[in-house]
């Protein structure tokens, strides 16, 4: 039988697939299809959530999702070890040719706010300005009572402590996200560039994951360290307010998040970058996640349980975003995530 033309009529309903779930009487147990991702740990907490309420309704779909960062996820997708990678950022286009598995898919599935988190004992309202992140995370700054911090926060009684940077270890996008941020919003101070990894300050401390930036700051006494809003809160750290594009400060929340979606302009293949956004509701470091498949798939079950995964993901998985802290995505770029499922085939 034509392995198109039976993952074509599975997509009608005219076929049943076993990765669809549900048994018909007397049929014997379907089988279970297992979908493996890895990758953003910037998206992890939407992937869990999606998991359990996905699976529920898909008995015989099994996810499972790992961390180990944007990098990770991109290269196990490259290498065929994954469905389907979580990333926070697209492939190098010098990378491209590395996938094993021909033309990727961009699905943007969310948005949402990295953090600047801070442990400073005795200081819970703090105001940052992009220049004042930049000096501080290039170590330009290195106590917390520094006369410029103060000019920031008139009132606050900062201390006499030395500040300690904690950033990611791992190839992250969330690194990305929080260093692009700083060379669009303090071009003049900013100087370590930006990407998926950067050269960091040799006196600087360095995390595993979101998580285990998070796990320094909390920790630690005078620390400082960029972590998405859903890792922040379950870490119970205290975040501060940045200054936008339009000179307001604004702390992290989905709504400012959602702000900030408002005016992004979105290419062709569904890329896009979400920060330093315009208007004074917006937070400035939101940030873009997708998952990433490839167009052409092998096996027309999984390609059947994997699709079906993704437009939850885009659809019906968008109202769990705010449970763990994230924003949906604008109902124009849904639109086109929904459209761009009918280009995941068999080959």
């Known amino acids: ?172 996008g969330t690194t990305n996200i929080f260093t692009s941020f700083l060379v669009g919003a303090a071009p003049g101070t900013w100087e370590l560039g930006s990407g998926g990894t950067v050269e960091w300050p040799a006196d600087t401390q360095a995390g595993n994951g979101n998580a285990g930036v998070a796990q320094i700051v909390e920790s630690t006494n005078g620390a400082i360290g960029y972590v998405d809003l859903s890792d922040a809160k379950a870490a119970g750290l205290v975040w501060a307010r940045v200054e936008n594009d339009g000179g307001k400060y604004v702390m992290p929340t989905p709504a400012a998040v959602s702000a900030a979606g408002d005016g992004i302009e979105v290419a062709d293949d569904l890329t896009f970058a979400a920060m330093n956004a315009r208007g004074d509701a917006a937070y400035p470091i939101t940030g873009q996640t997708w998952v990433i498949v490839y167009a052409k798939q092998a096996d027309p079950q999984k390609a059947a349980a994997l699709k079906s995964w993704v437009k939850f993901l885009i659809d019906g998985g968008q109202k769990l975003a705010p449970e763990v802290d994230f924003a949906p995505l604008p109902e124009g770029l849904q639109a086109k995530a929904i459209a761009q499922l009918a280009e995941i085939e068999v080959r």
């Open 1 to 172: 039988m034509n392995r198109a033309w039976l993952f074509g009529m599975a997509l009608t309903g005219l076929v049943t697939l076993p990765s669809c779930g549900g048994e018909q009487a007397g049929a014997p147990a379907a089988e279970t299809v297992t979908l493996d991702g890895s990758g953003s740990t910037f998206q992890k907490a939407y992937e869990e959530v999606a998991i359990e309420a996905f699976t529920k309704d898909h008995p015989n779909i099994r996810i499972n999702y790992g961390g180990g960062g944007s990098g990770k996820g991109r290269q196990d997708l490259a290498d065929q070890v994954v469905d389907f990678a979580g990333s926070d950022q697209p492939y190098p286009q010098a990378d491209l040719a590395g996938n094993k598995g021909g033309r990727v898919l961009y699905f943007p599935i969310l948005l949402g706010a990295v953090t600047v988190s801070y442990h400073v004992d005795g200081v819970d309202d703090l105001r940052l300005s992009p220049d004042m992140i930049a000096k501080i995370f290039q170590r330009g700054i290195d106590t917390w009572n520094d006369p410029a911090i103060a000019a920031d926060n008139p009132g606050v009684i900062l201390p006499d402590i030395p500040i300690v940077v904690a950033h990611r270890a791992d190839g992250s």
